[in-house]
């Protein structure tokens, strides 16, 4: 994500060096500014999402974990069970 808000920040120049070059106005330089920095602010929030889709990723791993951690034991006793039930022991 770092990489996405330094080209945003590359773009946010070039389209001020660009107005600069020519006959710009301080609006269109100002506009500029403002939608490099509308992006580099959408970059940073969808950095802060793909980190809570992470976090949130990984806490459900943990819990399928503990899951199948805790079925294990009752597969095995479940099918002592079907022997003995399958035997009329």
């Known amino acids: 994500m ?3 808000a330094r ?3 590359i773009i946010g120049l070039v389209a001020g060096g660009l107005s600069l070059g ?3 106005t301080r609006e269109a330089v100002q506009n500029a500014q403002a939608t490099a920095d ?3 602010a959408q970059a940073q929030g969808a950095t802060t999402a793909a980190q809570s889709a992470a976090s949130a990723a990984q ?3 943990s ?3 503990a899951a199948n951690a805790r079925l294990y034991p009752v597969e095995g ?3 002592h ?3 003995h039930h399958e035997h009329r022991t």
């Open 63 to 65: 819990a399928a974990q």
């Open 38 to 40: 509308r992006a580099l």
């Open 7 to 9: 080209s945003v920040s």
């Open 2 to 4: 770092n990489r996405l």
């Open 22 to 24: 020519g006959c710009a």
């Open 77 to 79: 006793n479940l099918d």
């Open 81 to 83: 069970l079907m022997n």
């Open 59 to 61: 806490a459900a791993a």
